[in-house]
């Protein structure tokens, strides 16, 4: 596929200002205490996964980062900025994937996309859009709703749907789970090929060998703290293993 | 200013679109306001030919059509943005909070008109309304009442979306907060119907302070009540 | 800890003492009035408490705005205690002032607008306790009942603007002899040490019970951990 999907000035170029760094972030709901003191530095560009077992607080680290939820405590920066209740121009930087489709079922493939592109403030979303469907190799369908959609299908609209507007940090929430063998691939290779675009990525999965063969740098949560945080190459599958589930 | 009223607009037409899709919604309320109608007129119509029944009983029998109605609708226009998570698509853009509410506030507003347009000809012709002395002043007070009515809806519906909706939550929430706008209207209905008043300044200003109050408190709380 | 349980005794027994003491007082030193006879005495019952009806849907109402604010499950304690009496508190607002109506004009029910009134407030905050139990999650909970206590409590003015608009049949004000004044002040005092009583013990076991769940809660995850353990 030749399509470009960066704009050179919007991407952030790698050694430049830190894209995530966060400083004794904490979230508690009530009284119970889900994140404790994450220091987090993400500089632009990397590709990092984010590991920990079911309850650990990688779903809550990454709502936090995605500004869908404020901290309790704590410092974020995203780009170099510190993030609030209205960060509406961070906002237009990040896309997220989730657990979820983040779709409209009704509505078609091209729809959605256009839809959030607009919503987005894309120029021509209407153009991006075939852009994008061409990218996840779903042209030929783009018309159909997406609930007439397998699994993956609609995760690829997904991805898609997240890059719209191009963003400069992409946040990935498990985008693995429920795929087949081939959809799966397919998505390690869209997700490796956005990074190699200088885009950064922040995958939380719980595939640990995954996570070490695609990411650069691995992050392992335990009970809301960060364990480990280190380059991908240096680490043993079964280590990390043995830090996701100590107790 | 100007983006966030392009992206209400856009917010409305994706939600009417998707309904215009599968016409449930309407449909569904349609049919539940005009069979509400029916069974209260079994028992409530006038038979025979007597004297037309006074205006002011309609606020009572339309009120349980549009509450009712109403309710579904809020439901409805929810359950689109949880299924399928894609609220929390439109929680990561760009996108005030603010604007996401008056969105969805709009789009339930449509729905209901539609649903009044269709059942209030309906409740005139079995009951036998004699709306002739004040029909703009029905209009306005119905029209106010249900925009309080769906202030509060739109705010509920998106609080309890995300718990599994329990039957009835919505509108065990939305039906007592809704009262006093409820028996304003009735009340200014009696005004105009019974007593030939010219409809009420202190009335009207009742109902208004009803809306603009739980406009502005829903704008404020909504981001709250969204937040997983 | 013993003094704390004297304090709560003490505190329990001068309640009934001072309602045993204005119970005497009206049957005993207060006129009887003329044109309603004997069952005008209610209104020494039914007007203090209607006050605190007021009083504990405006402690929802600051309880409500706390957890907004802070997010601290306490002041959802707090706002359910309060939400429980007030519910209690009207409906013998509601009774009373049914007894009154029954008396006055011959039926139990009629729509007088203070009547109404007190219905409308009811019904808010009877439906307050009922949504309660049906959302699971605490959060969730705590944050629909704290969005719904605030307008429950804002309705209250518009309910009494409708209510206004109403034709009334009400006696608006009875001219009240001053023993009676004297009798109704004293009332003040007992219901409102009830009502607060009330509040703070049913606080405070909401606090407990909460305490408690999440103890066992916790308790609950602990097994889930060890497999993982296992594996490693």
């Known amino acids: ?247 | 200013m100007k983006r966030s009223l392009q992206q209400i607009a856009l917010l409305v037409a994706k939600d009417l679109r998707i309904e215009a899709r599968g016409k449930q919604t309407v449909g569904l309320v349609i049919v539940l306001g005009v069979l509400i109608i029916v069974v209260l007129g079994m028992g409530l119509g006038t038979g025979g030919p007597g004297a037309p029944m006074s205006g002011f009983k309609s606020t009572a029998i339309l009120w349980v059509a549009y509450l009712f109605g109403g309710v579904l609708c809020f439901e409805k226009t929810m359950a689109v943005e949880r299924q399928d998570d894609a609220l929390a698509g439109l929680l990561v853009a760009p996108l005030d909070r603010g604007a996401l509410y008056i969105a969805k506030l709009l789009s339930n507003l449509t729905l209901m008109f539609v649903l009044a347009l269709v059942v209030t000809p309906v409740a005139i012709l079995l009951f036998r309304f004699d709306l002739s002395t004040h029909p703009w002043g029905f209009v306005i007070v119905m029209a106010l009442g249900m925009t309080g009515f769906a202030a509060i809806g739109t705010l509920f519906a998106a609080a309890v979306s995300s718990t599994r909706l329990q039957g009835g939550l919505l509108a065990l929430l939305v039906f007592p907060l809704s009262l006093p706008v409820v028996h304003a209207s009735t009340q200014m209905m009696r005004k105009m119907f019974e007593e030939g008043e010219a409809l009420s300044g202190g009335g009207l200003a009742t109902l208004l302070a009803f809306d603009l109050m739980f406009l502005a408190l829903s704008w404020f709380v909504f981001e709250l009540v969204l937040e997983p | 800890m013993s003094t704390l349980r004297f304090l709560t005794w003490g505190y329990w027994l001068l309640t009934l003492a001072l309602f045993a003491a204005t119970v005497t007082m009206v049957f005993t030193y207060t006129p009887v009035e003329e044109t309603m006879g004997v069952v005008q005495k209610i209104f020494y019952l039914h007007l203090p408490v209607a006050i605190n009806t007021f009083a504990a849907a405006a402690m929802v109402f600051i309880a409500s705005i706390g957890y907004l604010w802070e997010r601290k499950a306490w002041w959802d304690d707090l706002a359910a205690a309060a939400g429980k009496i007030t519910a209690l508190l009207c409906a013998v607002v509601l009774l009373t002032g049914m007894i009154w109506g029954r008396s006055a004009w011959g039926h139990w029910w009629t729509w007088s607008p203070r009547l109404t009134f007190s219905l409308v407030l009811f019904l808010l905050y009877v439906v307050y306790l009922m949504i309660r139990p049906s959302i699971e999650s605490p959060q969730r909970r705590a944050m629909v009942c704290a969005v719904y206590g605030i307008i429950a409590f804002l309705d209250v003015p518009l309910v009494y603007l409708s209510v206004k608009m109403m034709p009334d049949f009400h006696p608006s004000s009875i001219a009240l002899a001053p023993p009676m004044k004297l009798t109704l002040l004293a009332w003040f005092l007992p219901v409102t040490l009830l009502a607060a009583g009330l509040i703070v013990t049913r606080f405070t076991l909401n606090c407990r019970l909460r305490e408690l769940g999440e103890r066992r809660e916790e308790e609950a995850h602990q097994p889930a951990t060890e497999p993982l353990g296992g594996i490693a």
Not at chain 1, 79 to 89: E, L, M, N
Not at chain 1, 200 to 208: D, G, P, S
Request: glycine share 8%; hydrophobic share 45%; with cysteine.
């Open chain 1, 1 to 247: 596929m030749t399509v470009s999907l960066s704009t050179p000035a919007a991407t952030a170029i790698p050694g430049a200002a830190a894209a995530v760094r966060a400083e004794k972030l904490t979230k508690a709901i009530d009284d119970k205490t889900i994140l404790k003191d994450i220091n987090l530095d993400i500089s632009a560009g990397r590709y990092v996964a984010l590991l920990g077992a079911n309850g650990a607080g990688k779903t809550t680290l990454l709502k936090i980062l995605a500004t869908l939820v404020a901290p309790s405590g704590g410092v974020l920066k995203l780009f170099g900025q510190t993030v609030r209740r209205d960060s509406i121009h961070i906002r237009s930087r990040l896309g997220l994937i989730g657990h979820g489709a983040m779709l409209y079922r009704d509505l078609s493939a091209r729809e959605n996309l256009v839809f959030f592109g607009r919503l987005y403030g894309v120029a021509d979303a209407p153009g991006r859009a075939a852009e994008l469907l061409k990218f996840v190799d779903l042209a030929p369908r783009a018309n159909d709703p997406v609930k007439t959609f397998s699994r993956g299908m609609m995760q690829r609209v997904s991805i898609a749907r997240a890059l719209m507007h191009n963003p400069d940090l992409l946040l990935a929430d498990e985008p693995f789970s429920g795929l087949d063998a081939p959809s799966c691939r397919m998505l390690e290779e869209m997700l490796s090929r956005l990074h190699g675009q200088g885009k950064t990525v922040v995958l939380a999965n719980h595939e640990i060998s995954q996570s070490l063969r695609l990411a650069e740098q691995a992050v392992v949560l335990r009970k809301g703290r960060v364990v480990l945080d280190e380059p991908a190459s240096s680490l043993d599958p079964a280590a990390v293993l043995a830090e996701v589930s100590a107790r």
